[in-house]
């Protein structure tokens, strides 16, 4: 497969993720009989060896990819096409265009990302791309390992070809995992929130530059479409996460975009000081990593100001499909709820029909931490896809004791839209969980 053919197959690709090891113990290769489920247990075809990777696969048994040879060159276009995307993602990580001077003033010192460390188990210095069957929620892995137990290597799953030809989650999905080896080259394994968080960005970056508009052609990603609906569903759960099953560390990989997109060094500065605070094969410790994070994004309030704005241009195009919290009203007794860290709840109010007015109050915590505004939607659209709604601020902030605020809400309603599908935002973007309370 040549590069046109990669490139125009990636028109509106966005990301892939990967679902930890499953290669049984870590570290462990597919050619390793302990490495269960991985274990080829039929000998390898001759590798093939790209620019940057050399990719690994068999001919016969569960791990073999499909046989179509459409170049007749008697190996596989499935392996030929992981190559290519190996080697086209790890040529962009390490140039200066993830960061170009012509962006960004500061970007002209960026020379791309460090390389991948060198393979220490052969044939040679390149990193190795096992293609091997993973377990059923795995799409790919990328093992850590020192030099001395071989080095880091990726497998890929041989099944990523979607429907009739679409080649959109395998080159993502390769493209992540590829930068799972850039991230290794400055520090071992982070926090699992972090290093997908950062995968995913990076990823984002990458396919976005390969992609090409193409009104004639719907290029989606089917899988990565059923994992971001599968997040909506799940706003309320925590973004961040210190446990390796992290489902919502890979399903938000559109709030990671968009938020390392906002300023294009914020990603090489990450690896830079987490590569400064590594001790041999310790990272930072985990609250150090967040803190390095929050940093380099431009401290607490930023983060929370882009969440807010972020959630609130979400509940416009995913109206349909977001998580709602039970509805409450104003005329009721005040609800007392919490709202884990990093996460979202909308919170629909529930309004007599005809009513004019509204007003309601919010308690919760500092303002660089937690946010809360009222959304006002006009009429859906006519494919009840994407929705107006005004955002409404607090008319009036009260100071409590212990750094929380009473926020004031008072508006006039003067569309039925609005009485309908009024709803209350809150945004956490502190690690932690904070409680709120909503009165009438």
Do not use: K
Not at 182 to 199: C, D, G, I
Not at 277 to 297: C, H, K, M, N
Not at 324 to 348: E, F, K, M, N
């Amino acid at each position: 497969m040549r590069r046109a053919a990669l490139t125009g197959a990636v028109a509106l690709a966005v990301l892939a993720v990967d679902a930890g090891v499953a290669l049984g113990q870590p570290g462990l290769r597919p050619t390793d009989p302990d490495a269960e489920p991985g274990y080829h247990g039929v000998p390898e075809a001759r590798p093939v060896r790209g620019r940057s990777v050399v990719v690994h696969y068999v001919r016969r048994g569960p791990s073999a990819p499909p046989d179509v040879d459409v170049d007749r060159d008697r190996v596989p276009d499935y392996v030929e096409w992981t190559a290519d995307a190996a080697d086209q993602a790890l040529a962009y990580y390490r140039s200066p265009r993830f960061c170009p001077p012509i962006l960004e003033g500061r970007c002209a010192t960026f020379r791309g990302f460090r390389a991948p460390r060198r393979d220490c188990a052969g044939p040679d210095r390149r990193p190795d791309v096992y293609l091997v069957a993973l377990g059923p929620r795995t799409d790919a892995t990328a093992p850590w390992a020192r030099c001395r137990g071989g080095g880091s290597f990726v497998a890929i799953s041989p099944r990523l070809v979607v429907g009739d030809g679409n080649l959109i989650h395998l080159v993502t999905t390769v493209g992540h995992e590829m930068f799972h080896l850039v991230q290794y080259a400055y520090a071992p394994p982070l926090s699992p929130w972090l290093r997908e968080a950062t995968a995913n960005a990076a990823t984002a970056q990458w396919t976005s530059e390969l992609g090409i508009e193409d009104p004639e052609h719907d290029y989606t990603d089917p899988v990565l479409e059923r994992r971001f609906g599968d997040w909506l569903a799940h706003v309320s759960q925590s973004l961040y996460s210190a446990y390796s099953e992290c489902d919502p560390c890979y399903r938000g990989f559109v709030w990671w975009a968009r938020l390392m997109s906002l300023d294009r060094r914020a990603l090489p500065r990450l690896l830079q000081r987490l590569g400064a605070e590594t001790r041999g094969s310790y990272p930072p410790p985990a609250r150090r990593q967040l803190e390095i994070f929050t940093d380099v994004v431009g401290g607490q309030a930023a983060l929370t100001a882009e969440l807010t704005a972020f959630s609130q241009d979400l509940f416009r195009m995913e109206h349909a499909r977001i998580e709602r919290q039970p509805p409450w009203s104003p005329t009721r007794r005040p609800r007392r709820a919490s709202i884990d860290g990093l996460a979202l709840h909308y919170v629909p109010i529930a309004l007599p029909p005809g009513a004019t007015s509204l007003a309601f109050s919010v308690t919760l915590g500092p303002e660089r931490v937690t946010t809360a505004s009222l959304l006002l939607p006009s009429e859906p659209s006519p494919q009840n896809l994407t929705v107006t709604a005004r955002a409404v601020a607090p008319s009036r902030s009260v100071a409590l004791p212990g750094g929380r605020r009473r926020l004031l809400f008072s508006t006039t309603l003067v569309h039925p839209g609005e009485v309908a599908g009024a709803t209350v935002l809150l945004a956490n973007g502190g690690p932690e969980p904070v409680r709120y309370r909503l009165a009438g």
